[in-house]
């Protein structure tokens, strides 16, 4: 079964620019979860959709939004691009475990340089 | 404030030795505990995980220790080798068998080295 696939996987923008990040889950995951990963704050979540519904939102600012489209990919947007948003943006898919509790898997990551 | 705290943040082990990372939380909400591998150029991969009831799993090399008293649990590779060279995350969720995922919580990360 193919992983959970991000394009694109490199991006390099100016501040003040926009940007689309996309995301595939794995085939019959309905949850898509969404980390800015970055040196100095670690792995932070920013939001979880299930069912083209936000579930879960973290604590970033407005500038980050998402959604979920009825076959479950979902794409993340970035406005406004301020040079503290270059990391590297993580998306996970869920699938309910063996034990019962959902586990998440990871794609490889877009790499977003804001110059 | 971090909900997960992980330690050490480096840890360099000889070939065949015992690697052992620690975290520590305070929610005791939190109902569900995986260990994330990654390397460099990759996203996080799902090592293993446990359930507060449970107090050990074993994968393989790979270990869980859990202590619910404590608010602490603990990965530890056995007959660690070069390939395990990695960044190791612990993380926490609540309500994990909710409808839902819900937020991973992660610690800051570990930066294994295994030298031959």
């Known amino acids: 079964k193919a992983g959970v696939t991000q394009t694109p996987r490199y991006l390099i923008k100016t501040r003040g620019q926009q940007v689309t990040l996309s995301c595939s889950p794995i085939s019959g995951h309905r949850s898509v979860s969404w980390y800015q990963q970055t040196p100095g704050q670690g792995l932070q979540f920013l939001f979880e959709?299930?069912?083209?519904?936000?579930?879960n939102k973290g604590n970033f600012p407005g500038r980050f939004s998402g959604r979920q489209f009825s076959n479950s990919r979902s794409e993340m947007n970035v406005s406004t691009l301020e040079l503290g948003d270059s990391a590297l943006y993580l998306c996970a898919s869920s699938r309910r475990g063996s034990g019962g509790a959902y586990e998440q898997y990871f794609g490889p990551g877009t790499r977003l340089t804001v110059t | 404030q971090q909900q997960v705290k992980q330690s050490p943040q480096s840890l360099i082990v000889q070939k065949g030795g015992i690697s052992i990372i620690n975290c520590a939380y305070e929610n005791t909400a939190f109902d569900y505990f995986p260990w994330y591998q990654q390397f460099p150029g990759k996203g996080p991969a799902l090592l293993i995980a446990?359930?507060?009831?449970?107090s050990e799993k074993k994968e393989g090399r790979f270990t869980i220790s859990f202590n619910k008293s404590a608010k602490q649990f603990s990965l530890h590779i056995m007959d660690s080798q070069p390939g395990d060279s990695a960044t190791y995350f612990c993380?926490?969720?609540?309500?994990?068998?909710?409808?839902?995922?819900?937020?991973?919580?992660f610690g800051r990360g570990t930066q294994l080295t295994v030298w031959p």
């Open positions: 446990i359930r507060p009831d449970v």
């Open positions: 993380a926490a969720i609540s309500g994990a068998r909710g409808s839902t995922l819900g937020r991973l919580y």
């Open positions: 959709y299930f069912s083209e519904t936000q579930r």
